[in-house]
């Protein structure tokens, strides 16, 4: 093997989402509105507690360590802590391992900042503990929280932070990052390939970036299909004939896509859900019969979370629909 095939293949060993993450605010890319709030606070090295919102893979952690890195240079690992809250739920490690690291010396910088990732994990005990170490050590702490869902953190936190809502990157942002990234590990990608990437992660960069990873080592050029197969996405017109198919009456048919999307191409039935959901308002359907399927979707997906069988569900979705033909 030649030093440059070598040197290609040490690449390719790279997790490209840490190969590619920002380094500073300016680098991250779809959320410019609250880069340039959080690049003030950074310039004038007075940084409130943060909060964090939104979906997977659209920059709130990136985010955190771009702060971090830009008010601390490369020091900035001494000055930083990183939890994540869905590991460690409990009340002992707001009360043990934070107040531990805010109580410790340091030097150098007025404050330290701790990041609680999905912070919305916390039990509500785990959460009015960490209120009132936030209260304790605001002289040397800045807590910066990250969560899914902003309602679930407890009203006394969310007032004493600047909360920032991170919207779902949109398909601009991810397709010139695809491209960015495909042009430097020299791989060749299809127009189908970059479309089918920017519809599997549905605005999540992280998605996204690891489908192209993955797509790169099945051929020589990462097209359409490798990116369905290797994200384990169904393709939109999979879903829209499947959909059809019920709204026409025939539930076999149906039935029959449904078992081959799960079955024989091994989509989870909660993805099928959520691809269902962004289908919606591309059928030929009126307003209310747009509204009836959203709520059994909606339904399907409730019983699918609290532990309903897939199958039996999407099935009964289908079956709804033919029914109403």
Same mark, same amino acid.
């Given at each position: 093997?030649?030093?440059?095939?070598?040197?290609?293949?040490?690449?390719?060993?790279?997790?490209?989402?840490?190969?590619?993450?920002?380094?500073?605010?300016?680098?991250? =890319?779809?959320?410019?509105?609250?880069?340039?709030?959080?690049?003030?606070?950074?310039?004038?090295?007075?940084?409130?507690?943060?909060?964090?919102?939104?979906?997977?893979?659209?920059?709130?952690?990136?985010?955190?360590?771009?702060?971090?890195?830009?008010?601390?240079?490369?020091?900035?690992?001494?000055?930083?802590?990183? +939890?994540?809250?869905?590991?460690?739920?409990?009340? #002992?490690?707001?009360?043990?391992?934070?107040?531990?690291?805010?109580?410790?010396?340091?030097?150098?910088?007025?404050?330290?900042?701790?990041? +609680?990732?999905?912070? #919305?994990?916390?039990?509500?005990?785990?959460?009015?503990?960490?209120?009132?170490?936030?209260?304790?050590?605001?002289?040397?702490?800045?807590?910066?929280?990250?969560?899914?869902?902003?309602?679930?953190?407890?009203?006394?936190?969310?007032?004493?932070?600047?909360?920032?809502?991170?919207?779902?990157?949109? #398909?601009?942002?991810?397709?010139?990052?695809?491209?960015?990234?495909?042009?430097?590990?020299?791989?060749?990608?299809?127009?189908?390939?970059?479309?089918?990437?920017?519809?599997?992660?549905?605005?999540?960069?992280?998605?996204?970036?690891?489908?192209?990873?993955?797509?790169?080592?099945?051929?020589?050029? =990462?097209?359409?299909?490798?990116?369905?197969?290797?994200?384990?996405?169904?393709?939109?017109?999979?879903?829209?004939?499947?959909?059809?198919?019920?709204?026409?009456?025939?539930?076999?048919?149906?039935?029959?896509?449904? #078992?081959?999307?799960?079955?024989?191409?091994?989509?989870?039935?909660?993805?099928?859900?959520?691809?269902?959901?962004?289908?919606?308002?591309?059928?030929?359907?009126?307003?209310?019969?747009?509204?009836?399927?959203?709520?059994?979707?909606?339904?399907?997906?409730?019983?699918?979370?609290?532990?309903?069988?897939?199958?039996?569900?999407?099935?009964?979705?289908?079956?709804?629909?033919?029914?109403?033909?």
């Amino acid at each position: 093997m030649s030093e440059a095939d070598t040197e290609s293949r040490a690449g390719r060993d790279e997790i490209w989402i840490e190969k590619y993450r920002p380094q500073t605010l300016d680098e991250i =890319v779809g959320q410019e509105t609250i880069v340039e709030r959080l690049q003030s606070y950074v310039a004038r090295d007075d940084l409130p507690h943060l909060m964090f919102s939104g979906e997977a893979g659209i920059g709130k952690s990136t985010a955190a360590l771009a702060i971090a890195r830009e008010l601390y240079g490369e020091d900035w690992q001494e000055h930083f802590l990183e +939890l994540n809250a869905s590991d460690q739920r409990g009340i #002992d490690v707001v009360r043990e391992r934070i107040k531990n690291f805010a109580r410790s010396s340091f030097g150098g910088a007025k404050y330290r900042i701790i990041f +609680l990732d999905e912070a #919305d994990a916390l039990t509500s005990d785990a959460q009015s503990a960490l209120r009132r170490t936030m209260e304790e050590f605001s002289n040397n702490v800045r807590f910066i929280l990250s969560c899914n869902y902003s309602s679930q953190i407890i009203d006394p936190i969310q007032s004493r932070c600047a909360v920032f809502r991170f919207n779902p990157l949109s #398909d601009e942002a991810v397709e010139e990052q695809i491209r960015i990234i495909a042009e430097e590990e020299d791989i060749e990608v299809a127009d189908d390939g970059v479309d089918a990437l920017i519809y599997a992660a549905d605005g999540d960069m992280r998605r996204a970036i690891n489908g192209l990873q993955a797509a790169a080592v099945t051929g020589d050029v =990462v097209d359409e299909e490798a990116v369905y197969a290797i994200t384990s996405t169904a393709r939109p017109e999979e879903i829209h004939e499947m959909v059809t198919q019920a709204l026409d009456g025939d539930f076999l048919a149906a039935r029959s896509t449904l #078992d081959d999307l799960l079955t024989n191409e091994g989509i989870a039935g909660g993805d099928v859900i959520d691809q269902l959901h962004r289908s919606v308002w591309e059928f030929d359907l009126d307003d209310e019969a747009a509204v009836t399927l959203l709520d059994r979707i909606g339904e399907a997906d409730y019983r699918i979370t609290e532990g309903a069988n897939e199958r039996i569900q999407l099935e009964a979705l289908l079956a709804s629909l033919a029914l109403d033909d």
